[in-house]
């Protein structure tokens, strides 16, 4: 009976966790034809946008998302940066002051000349031959449909454009930094998402990204020297060459131009970039994707993108048992841009930095595959990004202090700022870059991290397969990935998103009395924060033994498994803490001249700002 019984508990356990989340969400297919002029910089393109409306709502409208449009003086992403430039965060070493705008912008976009501005022209946009009336709003074009899209059904816009390619200023445009001619990130005509809360039509102010789910064929053409790098697989690598195929370009095509023809499936956004002393080499990790790395020949970092392409399939075993394996056929580094940016199965990077190539592919998970809105929940790709990259490096490096000591302290600068804002402030419409930043990034990794220590590293690392299972090539939001955590552990975590995700309170324990009461030790744990956290106490003896004390709070109906005490230190676990509660006393069965110090988390998860009243040295 009882063996049976556990056998139906467990049954639904598994049932419940199973459970594939029923969310609508709409669909594309993109069949893009476009050329580049590579002396004029202009691309010429032909979109064919199958969509399908999967929601329950008829759709009147839809919108484009046309960013090039931001590279224009006066435009708000110029007004924006100009703004972010005013604000003085504070001086640096040399006693320079330092303004909270983007150094990679400052004012460049409002002196570009007319013909380094970037922009996206749509000749039309049509449904069955019929234009449709259009009204540009800068970097989002309004389309008004002559006929409603209804629930359930779908249609095909016919769209004609003509692009200029921007001086490189923010990810897209030509002549970047290091030399670049090509990098096309945001260079077509793209349908925002519409979703269960709506349309997500942000003009583009520099920050994040939301694309539809769908398939994309792409064919460009241009200049037959130039080696194009691209979201997708070639599907005609022996007719271009250039390192892809067996054979050179220059014996299959006879005019100046030639085409390349690309196949992305399922994917939200398709990024490509082009240069003619480009580079390709290979690497394959066991089972994993093939990996292309593409970087200007002329570089004198030859040896550091060989040594960045051997990490990377060094690493990629690691990565795909902790957060899934990579699911695409490929992945391409791509030298270009102006830091890192991630786009599907590929990346814009400016070199060969082992850190950002990991943080860049890592983002194939967060925000790739688990596409979340990065404008709503930016903590969701940066930081999860942050804490996967971080744990891969770590692990390769075999660090062996505390891994995500960077993000924490990044974390605690923010509090320290008076500048914090809570991370679910859309990532447009921070006050300053600063705080954007450090929010998403630190802020959001420690979400991560500190999750292990409530419901420990054991099944932090159950929730992060069974969110990729769940959620891979959706949409998911902060709760679908809270449920998940909640079903594995067993433990209420709603608490834990409203404090950490809506609000900027912050955790602050400390060590209280310590007192002999009847041949035992009591001893006093303080609350002195806002936010309520469970807590682990390391009690250690002067014979050299350690226990660990665990105090689950209330909110959780539940405790994390005793696998998550330090090596060698024995678990004990006592009643919840009530999160009205200021103080809590822990009993110890031992005297108190036994015990040589007391330590709240030694383990560093917890996000504890103030960790100066958290240990205790009892004198001999
Ligand atoms: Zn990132």
């Known amino acids: 009976m009882k063996g049976l019984l556990f056998t139906a508990l467990t049954c639904v356990v598994v049932a419940s966790v199973q459970a594939q989340p029923s969310r609508w969400q709409q669909r594309v297919h993109y069949q893009i034809d476009a050329s580049l002029d590579v002396s004029k910089n202009l691309v010429n393109g032909q979109e064919k946008l199958t969509y399908w409306n999967n929601s329950p709502d008829t759709l009147n409208r ?65 449904i069955a031959g019929k234009e449709q009336q259009l009204v540009e709003h800068e970097t989002i074009l309004e389309v008004k449909l002559d006929k409603p899209l209804l629930p359930q059904s779908k249609t095909q816009f016919d769209i004609a454009f003509q692009a200029q390619v921007p001086l490189q200023v923010r990810r897209s445009g030509r002549d970047n930094a290091q030399g670049v001619r090509f990098s096309m990130s945001q260079w077509y005509p793209k349908i925002a998402e519409y979703d269960y809360q709506g349309w997500n039509a942000n003009p583009y102010v520099a920050r994040e990204f939301y694309g539809v789910w769908g398939d994309y064929e792409v064919n460009l053409t241009l200049n037959k020297e130039y080696l194009v790098a691209a979201t997708g697989t070639l599907q005609n690598p022996d007719e271009v060459g250039h390192g892809y195929g067996k054979t050179t370009p220059a014996s299959q095509s006879r005019s100046g131009n030639l085409t ?143 891994w995500y000591a960077d993000a924490y302290d990044g974390y605690y ?90 609000t900027t309170k912050t955790i602050d324990y400390a060590v209280g ?11 006093t744990i303080k609350k002195l924060g806002h936010m309520p956290m469970p807590i682990d106490v390391l009690v250690t003896y002067k014979d050299g033994s ?27 676990e006592h009643g919840e803490w009530k999160w009205t509660q200021g103080e809590y006393q822990v009993v110890l069965d031992r005297n108190i001249t036994e015990i040589k110090s007391v330590q709240i988390d030694p383990s560093l998860r917890l996000a504890d700002v103030n960790r100066g009243n958290n240990s205790l040295v009892v004198p001999d």
């Open 62 to 126: 839809i919108f484009i998302h046309l960013y090039w449009n931001a590279f224009q003086p006066n435009s708000m992403m110029d007004q924006r940066s100009i703004f972010l430039g005013k604000t003085l965060l504070g001086y640096d070493k040399n006693n320079k002051a330092v303004f909270d705008w983007d150094d990679r912008v400052r004012d460049r976009i409002n002196n570009l000349k007319p013909d380094e501005i970037g922009f996206q022209k749509v000749q039309y946009v049509k």
């Open 260 to 402: 390349w023809r690309f196949s992305a499936p399922n994917v939200h956004d398709f990024v490509w970039a082009a240069d003619p002393t480009y580079k390709l080499i290979t690497r394959r990790p066991a089972n994993g994707p093939l990996l292309y790395v593409v970087y200007k020949k002329d570089s004198i970092q030859e040896y550091n993108w060989q040594r960045m392409a051997d990490t990377m399939q060094l690493a990629y075993p690691y990565m795909a048992k902790t957060f899934g394996p990579y699911p695409w056929k490929n992945y391409t580094f791509i030298q270009g841009g102006d830091g890192g940016m991630e786009y599907p199965m590929a990346t814009l990077i400016k070199g060969p930095g082992v850190g950002t190539a990991l943080h860049e592919w890592m983002h194939s998970w967060y925000q790739g595959l688990l596409a979340t809105n990065e404008s709503l929940y930016p903590w969701m790709d940066e930081g999860f990004t942050t804490y996967a990259d971080t744990r891969v490096h770590s692990y390769l490096r075999k660090d062996s202090g505390f």
């Open 413 to 502: 600068r923010l509090v320290r700022s008076g500048r914090e804002e809570p991370i679910s402030t859309h990532a447009d419409h921070y006050n300053t870059n600063y705080a954007y930043g450090n929010a998403s990034y630190s802020k959001g990794c420690v979400f991560l991290a500190q999750l292990g220590y409530i419901v420990g590293e054991q099944t932090l690392d159950k929730i992060l397969l069974e969110y990729y299972d769940q959620w891979k090539f959706k949409h998911p939001n902060p709760n679908d990935f809270i449920r998940i955590a909640e079903k594995l552990s067993n433990i209420e975590l709603q608490w834990y998103k409203e404090y950490w995700v809506y």
């Open 513 to 523: 009395d310590i007192n002999l009461v009847n041949g035992k030790t009591e001893l």
């Open 546 to 572: 350690r226990e660990l004390h665990y105090i689950p709070m209330n909110l959780m109906y539940g405790s994390k498994p005793a696998t998550d005490a330090p090596a060698g230190a024995k678990w004990i």
